[in-house]
């Protein structure tokens, strides 16, 4: 008998074939949810475990898990990207590079563990040399996981005022993730996509954002499931990846044109599996130790659910 699963996770190129029904899954059919704003499914999962699996962010899954949320993931990574142009500044804030951002407050959309702010941070510390711990980094949201504490420099954005409109008139000099169209605001790396080939040439800088998890009793009671799901996924991925590089994609999106630039560099820009990521793995947790979101070391192969750990697709 099949089994029925519920889950989460935001219809896009490389997952479009499973969700569509062109590929499916040995022994378990996944029911798909749609849930508008996927952060909002990390917080339902991460807070209620609503679903039998879901797509989460990678950093919110570290913090979760050392805080004793009872999933597990997958390694699936179904989210890269480059974030040297996630980080926006004000043009009349005086900030002529990143080194200026120390003693100043830098706005985070959300919460601090989201994960493009883990790798930005990074990205400030790693290739400008930025003090994180002489930036005040003021949130516009909570976290998703209740019971984590972020360090002292974190704050929180004073109630009734929004980040844009604090970049905006300089209130915060810089921001992490957010978007504005104001005259005002401009990236403070120029050319972010460039800069992140740059960095993926010189050390192999290729972020992780998402990933897929389970819970916890669900792999208990499913014990070919993980190699079951990542074989769907990666047999998904293919599809995606045979017709983007025929060309077949009729209207590439900002991903798909990033996706075809890594291909200059990489034959298969989304890579799943532990061993072929480890060090990308071993950098996030790295920084989530540095910047305060973890409180002890983990190894790379816990994170992921037993028998995964061989699996590359």
């Known amino acids: ?60 899954y570290l913090c979760a898990r050392e805080h004793g949320v009872r999933f597990t993931a997958l390694p699936i990574f179904l989210v890269r990207d480059f974030h040297h142009g996630a980080i926006l500044k004000n043009r009349t804030a005086g900030i002529s590079g990143p080194k200026d951002l120390e003693g100043r407050r830098v706005g985070v959309n959300r919460g601090y563990t989201v994960t493009t702010g883990v790798w930005a941070r990074g990205i400030l510390q790693e290739e400008y040399g930025v ?49 504005s169209d104001h005259p005002g605001i401009e990236p403070l790396i120029p050319e972010g996509l460039e800069a992140g080939l740059r960095a993926f040439d010189a050390r192999g800088h290729y972020p992780i954002n998402h990933l897929v998890v389970v819970r916890d009793d669900v792999l208990a009671t499913n014990p070919n499931l993980a190699q079951q799901v ?14 983007l590089r025929a060309g077949r994609i009729a209207s590439p999106t900002a991903i798909d044109r990033m996706h075809l630039r890594v291909m200059d560099r990489m034959a298969d820009p989304l890579p799943y599996g532990v061993e072929p990521n480890r060090a990308v793995l071993d950098t996030l947790v790295g920084h989530a130790m540095g910047q305060g ?21």
Not at 160 to 179: H, P, Q, T, Y
Not at 293 to 313: E, N, S, W
Request: charged share 25%; with cysteine.
């Open 1 to 60: 008998m099949t089994t029925t699963l519920r889950m989460v996770t935001r219809t896009q190129g490389n997952n479009a074939a499973l969700k569509d029904g062109r590929v499916r899954p040995d022994g378990v059919t996944l029911a798909f949810e749609e849930v508008p704003v996927l952060v909002q499914a990390f917080r339902r999962m991460v807070r209620g475990l609503e679903w039998d699996l879901c797509e989460m962010a990678l950093t919110t």
């Open 131 to 179: 003090d994180l711990g002489r930036v005040t980094w003021v949130l516009s949201g909570d976290e998703h996981v209740e019971a984590y504490r972020p360090p002292a420099n974190v704050v929180p954005l004073e109630p009734g005022r929004k980040m844009e409109d604090d970049l905006a008139s300089g209130a915060i000099g810089a921001a992490i993730g957010v978007a």
């Open 230 to 243: 990542f074989e769907a996924f990666s047999a998904a991925k293919h599809v995606y990846l045979e017709d």
């Open 293 to 313: 979101i973890l409180t002890r070391p983990v190894r790379i192969d816990d994170l992921f659910a037993p028998g995964t750990q061989g699996l590359t697709g």
